[in-house]
């Protein structure tokens, strides 16, 4: 038997993972270009949210219909893939269908696995209805154009094509193996409760004709799940992957919790001490911050960079924003998107310039976020919650709006007009403090 399928095989291989590691490089070097921050704490903790959130699909199903769906090509994902292991051990050995000796437990996982292709194909049809012809609203806001647009159904059509493709290559399979008096190597081996059916259409078929789309169904149908793994990349889809990290490292303390400025508390401790000098110098002027919030990616923690990479783009969360809701530009959506793509922008700067960032004059703040954008959210978390996968796009708005209040004074007048009443009324209302209380004697 040549050897020349197993080499072409193992080096198709190999330039499919080599260039899904090199992409996973860049990912990690791009979300390390981040400020640290420490999520070490309460392991327990974040072990069970990666487990409900990330892997029980626990937030999906608060909308069942798409939750549901979402479960079937999940387990779809996740379980083939054991089909995937035989496929790949088959093409570097040249053996066919490997894991046979399991018997009757080897039928029991093809059985499954039909079954699971046949529901993931339902369920993307499905899914496909809803984007394109049910049109529902989430999916048509202005920030899904283009590229992201097209990139939901490419998703839906590979995915369509691969659990095709696994079932036409077992179908033909089970044909063969049913040859009067065996053909080949194709000995009886699996249960094909959906192929089965399909397997008549070969009936009349010459037998080389069958090995043939047998054979073709087998090549593409890996080949196709190595462009896949690597276009995950450059799509949505790699929240698949990021899903575990991101619900990992998610913040932990309530959502109404927001994070003290070290600096600025340390400031007003030092205002309310009657036996500090104001005079004096800093402690440890290192300490301070070189810049206050966010104008930029590398502004933002890593953790943040991280939910960039891992918006899956489903909307939720800027159907759920009443700011957007009431026809205000925010879309948390959009933060997140355009966090991704900056980010993406500035990794290929350092790629072009040796590893260096060269200022490229623009900002995350302005060119792709707009102070509009910032001051029309509420603060009221309900993108948060709204998330499948526990991105908070709501601590990159307070990173950049801290940015505009604390470095450039570019908060809104009705904003600073209250600043400016706590400063030297202690209330955010213009009148003396001596007279705060003046309303209780007219009661």
């Not at 496929?87 to 499954?112: A, Q, V």
């Not at 593409?220 to 190595?226: A, F, K, M, N, R």
Request: aromatic share 12%; glycine share 6%.
């Amino acid at each position: 038997m040549s050897i020349l399928p197993n080499i072409l095989f193992a080096v198709i291989l190999s330039i499919g993972i080599g260039y899904f590691a090199r992409n996973v490089k860049k990912l990690i070097r791009n979300i390390k270009l981040g400020q640290n921050i420490d999520r070490s704490d309460n392991s327990k903790e974040r072990w069970k949210n990666m487990a409900m959130i990330a892997l029980g699909q626990s937030k999906m199903i608060k909308r069942p219909i798409a939750g549901f769906l979402h479960i079937v090509v999940y387990l779809g994902f996740i379980i083939i893939n054991i089909e995937v292991l035989e496929i790949i051990i088959d093409g570097l050995f040249g053996t066919h269908r490997i894991f046979r000796f399991l018997g009757g437990f080897y039928d029991f996982l093809i059985g499954s696995f039909e079954i699971l292709a046949f529901l993931v194909l339902i369920a993307v049809l499905v899914f496909w209805a809803r984007r394109n012809i049910i049109k529902i609203q989430r999916f048509w806001k202005p920030e899904m154009k283009g590229f992201p647009k097209n990139d939901a159904n490419y998703i839906l059509y590979f995915e369509m094509v691969l659990m095709s493709l696994f079932l036409i290559m077992n179908a033909a399979d089970f044909h063969l193996q049913h040859v009067s008096g065996g053909f080949g190597h194709y000995h009886q081996a699996g249960s094909f409760p959906i192929s089965q059916h399909i397997a008549t259409l070969f009936d009349g078929m010459s037998n080389n004709l069958v090995m043939l789309i047998e054979r073709a169904a087998w090549w593409l149908h890996i080949t196709g799940i190595l462009i896949f793994l690597n276009y995950l990349y450059f799509s949505k889809h790699l929240h698949i992957l990021l899903a575990f990290p991101n619900t990992y490292f998610a913040n932990l303390n309530p959502l109404g919790a927001f994070p003290n400025n070290e600096t600025v508390t340390k400031e007003v401790k030092l205002m309310m001490d009657p036996n500090a000098d104001p005079f004096a110098a800093p402690e440890n002027p290192e300490a301070i911050p070189a810049k206050f919030g966010a104008s930029d990616v590398q502004d933002l923690n890593w953790v943040q960079l991280l939910n960039a990479y891992t918006c899956t783009e489903c909307g939720r969360c800027t159907s759920s924003c009443p700011a957007n809701q009431t026809g205000k530009k925010l879309s948390p959506r959009k933060i997140m998107m355009d966090t991704r793509d900056r980010l993406e922008e500035v990794g290929k700067n350092i790629d072009a310039n040796g590893g260096k960032f060269v200022d490229d004059g623009k900002t995350l703040l302005n060119n792709y976020i707009t102070p509009e954008e910032l001051w029309a959210c509420t603060t009221c978390n309900a993108c948060v919650e709204e998330c499948p996968v526990s991105i908070s796009p709501l601590s990159i708005i307070m990173e950049m709006r801290q940015f505009l209040v604390m470095e450039q004074s570019a908060a809104p007048t009705e904003l600073n007009s209250m600043m400016t009443n706590i400063e030297n009324n202690a209330a955010p209302w213009q009148y003396n403090q001596m007279d705060r209380l003046n309303w209780a004697n007219e009661q």
